[in-house]
């Protein structure tokens, strides 16, 4: 009996001090501060093991919300600048992780000062912290107020700098961001100041064909710009442009192409530079052999610009296959976008002064 009230009561050794590296999360309301308190220690060891468990809870909303409700994102900007790589590189994971949910994103264009330090981050030596600077702003870009907060904190000049020198890969990310940010007004202008156009189009020589893609796709979002039609057809774009419609290159790039060119033919010296036979036949062999419907919605809008130009007109004329195949587009009760610019296309080529 007493043996088994000692073993019951036996007296056991005080617990060993749990290391302060080890990352041991609160519970309730305590959870996301204590972690982000952890986030500012001046041990680099515990917070690097604390920015982990950060980018882990980060698949969690709630954690995001928390966190950045903690102040989070100021912290997380300021350790851009660390001179530790770990730091940075995690660091900059959970702010690109944060910018994908709505109180993150929040948080982070609450204060001006955040998002300009997270733009330093392009100049980083790390090629993976540079990749999650890109991700985050280009997360960040997705809506109105981060566009205007971006062009604000100076993003157009910078990212059309990373693209002079960045590595391929990442700069199929600067261009998403940038086609996104010259959608607001003072970014178009920025973007125009810094020779996007010029660059756009060196970037259509590469043989990356995502690089080629989202440079194409840039230029045509520049192009409802008459500045940048002008330099885009001084640039020799419409030779580039014409070739990517060609059957080698894939769907996405001829779309890009194709809407890039519907740009640029809204002006008079874009249609004098796609009168040849060639051009016309390739235009007319796209529209009846490809059956994707953004492609074709694209070439029947080029038609409709380029027809208004006499000689344009003629070939189109002459062309039986296409126009019986744009009548037959312009009657189908399948799809009414397609209609609408199917008979558009129609009445600018039968047009008579």
């Given at each position: 009996m007493n043996g088994v009230v000692l073993e019951s009561?036996?007296?056991?050794?005080?617990?060993?001090?749990?290391?302060?590296?080890?990352?041991?999360?609160?519970?309730?309301?305590r959870r996301c501060p204590k972690l982000v308190e952890q986030v500012c220690s001046d041990n680099v060891d515990v917070r690097v093991s604390a920015l982990a468990v950060v980018c882990d809870e980060f698949t969690n909303p709630y954690s995001?919300?928390?966190?950045?409700?903690a102040g989070l994102a100021t912290t997380l900007a300021k350790m851009i600048s660390d001179p530790d790589f770990s730091t940075r590189e995690r660091a900059t994971r959970a702010l690109a992780m944060a910018a994908q949910d709505a109180n993150g994103v929040s948080a982070i264009l609450e204060k001006h000062v955040v998002l300009v330090e997270i733009l330093n981050g392009i100049k980083d030596p790390s090629e993976a912290v540079r990749a999650n600077v890109y991700n985050c702003l280009l997360s960040i870009s997705s809506s109105q107020a981060g566009r205007e907060a971006s062009v604000v904190a100076g993003i157009v000049f910078n990212f059309v700098d990373a693209l002079l020198r960045?590595?391929?890969h990442l700069k199929v990310k600067i261009l998403q961001t940038l086609c996104n940010i010259v959608t607001v007004?003072?970014?178009?202008?920025?973007?125009?100041?810094?020779?996007?156009?010029?660059?756009?189009?060196?970037?259509?020589?590469?043989?990356?064909?995502k690089l080629q893609e989202e440079a194409t796709r840039t230029l045509a979002t520049l192009c409802f710009s008459e500045t940048a039609k002008e330099e885009a057809l001084e640039g020799g774009?419409?030779?580039?442009?014409?070739?990517?419609?060609?059957?080698?290159?894939?769907?996405?790039?001829?779309?890009?192409?194709?809407?890039?060119?519907?740009?640029?033919?809204?002006?008079?010296?874009?249609?004098?530079?796609?009168?040849?036979?060639?051009?016309?036949?390739?235009?007319?062999?796209?529209?009846?052999?490809?059956?994707?419907?953004?492609?074709?919605?694209?070439?029947?809008?080029?038609?409709?610009?380029?027809a208004v130009y006499p000689p344009i007109r003629q070939l189109f004329?002459?062309?039986?296959?296409?126009?019986?195949?744009?009548?037959?587009?312009?009657t189908s009760e399948d799809d009414k976008l397609l209609v609408k610019h199917a008979t558009l296309a129609l009445e600018a080529v039968h047009w008579k002064p």
């Open positions: 009561h036996n007296v056991q050794g005080n617990p060993e001090d749990i290391p302060e590296t080890k990352i041991v999360g609160a519970y309730g309301l995001i919300q928390g966190c950045m409700k960045d590595n391929d007004p003072q970014g178009l202008e920025e973007a125009l100041g810094a020779e996007a156009v010029k660059i756009c189009i060196t970037l259509m020589g590469s043989k990356n064909e774009a419409i030779v580039v442009l014409t070739e990517f419609l060609q059957k080698k290159y894939p769907h996405t790039l001829k779309v890009a192409a194709a809407m890039a060119i519907m740009a640029i033919t809204s002006t008079t010296a874009g249609r004098i530079q796609m009168h040849s036979p060639e051009a016309v036949r390739l235009l007319s062999a796209i529209l009846q052999e490809e059956h994707h419907r953004a492609l074709r919605l694209n070439i029947l809008k080029v038609i409709t610009n380029i004329l002459e062309d039986s296959p296409l126009i019986k195949f744009m009548e037959k587009l312009s």
